[in-house]
């Protein structure tokens, strides 16, 4: 499991009060990049200078609980690690340690140049597996 | 069923070239904007002056192809409506007509003083069969 | 002098129940979008295809009435264009037609492969022209 | 003088490859923010809680070095203040310490009520005094 700290942003939310809903996908990907950074994969290596990409093919949110400006946020990952694909859940909960969203992301191996899919690089799979 | 053409703006687009994934649920939105409009629902009076509120509490996308800045975008949007509740399908079709996406999100009505769960107002419920 | 129409949507907000501040650059930066694409300088094309690019190095908002979601918006653009930079400035007026917000963009023309100042490109300069 | 260390992240940038300029001024409220929340005046009481708000009624950046994905970012803060109103200059240096671009936000404080410009309140002067 991975942990990161963070706290809901004025421009997180809308008029309603509340994180608009697309804000929270936002959130779980700087997660994303913060755990990538930390396995030594960081995205901006992966975009510049790797054979392969991660993209995302399936992205997916329940919303449980409202969170509003100023709430403190404690997100986890798990990861799900498969022979060419992971799937990363991450658990919003707030100050009070209540889950108020998880979020679910797919994510494919594919080559830079041809976008076939590709078995996941080894550097990839061990971080994950990390955190499975 | 209701149509909604738009293109790719660079805010939609990230250092990978491509609209950023959470950004296809930022444009839905828009979407579901204009068309609560078009039924005289506007999310500006339902958020000041209705007695209820209709937040998203699961949102979900498939990516199926890479969008890129500049590209024709026609979004079209289907209904499926429940007592309580109703899910928005929305398919992004590029400019050659080729499915990009299919986003989709699932509204619950709720009371505004109580959050509790009530029957979808008749405005709502009819707007959608439209394009049920 | 270049004429948008918009509204203000949900994801322009913020919890203070406005548009968040940040956001008037990122509806500008449509209108500007739009404009080039009216003058066949498509952004998409300027950043895969040309051998120039035209970088924003200044730009500045006056915010003079709040802009709350459902408002109507009419940007109109005006364009001062320079030897090898040009400005634009928007102005956003409401429903009503009162100016809410003021923004400039600085923007000047550079190479691709150097990312030296050029004098601005023919048809980017006789674009602007119309809008002087 | 206020100090936030944070990088760019990929929802920061764009299909330039570059951060989108409307994005400084989102992190540098991100950082406003972090520093309200420093001095006991975090926004989400002022928002909820005071009796007057903090609006921006002028923002300005100057862009003087690409930033890219990755990049780190060190944003140091100091304030001019008013009677009525302060001013907030954010200095964006990147992991090399090279100014890459300056933010300004000018701020005035109104009565939540009737809107109309009043004295800084006393907490959030001494604040900015610390920083200036």
């Keep these: 499991m991975f942990e990161y700290e963070t706290g809901v942003k004025l ?3 809308d008029a309603a009060g509340l994180v608009f809903f697309a804000n929270h996908f936002k959130i779980a990907h700087a997660v ?3 755990f990538m950074e930390s396995i030594g994969c960081g995205l901006h290596l992966i975009i ?11 992205a997916e949110a329940d919303y449980k609980a409202a969170l509003s400006l100023g709430d403190a946020l404690t997100i986890s990952v798990t990861a799900d690690v498969g022979k060419t694909s992971f799937t990363l859940s991450y658990d919003f909960k707030d100050g009070q340690g209540e889950m108020a969203a998880r979020v679910r992301t797919v994510h494919v191996a594919v080559d830079k140049e041809t976008g076939e899919k590709i078995t996941l690089p080894d550097e990839v799979r061990e971080g ?3 955190i499975s």
Tied chains: 1, 2, 3, 4.
């Design 32 to 34: 994303y990049e913060a």
């Design 48 to 58: 510049r200078e790797s054979a392969y990409l991660l993209p995302i093919v399936h």
């Design 11 to 13: 421009q997180d939310t």
């Design 128 to 130: 994950f597996l990390r």
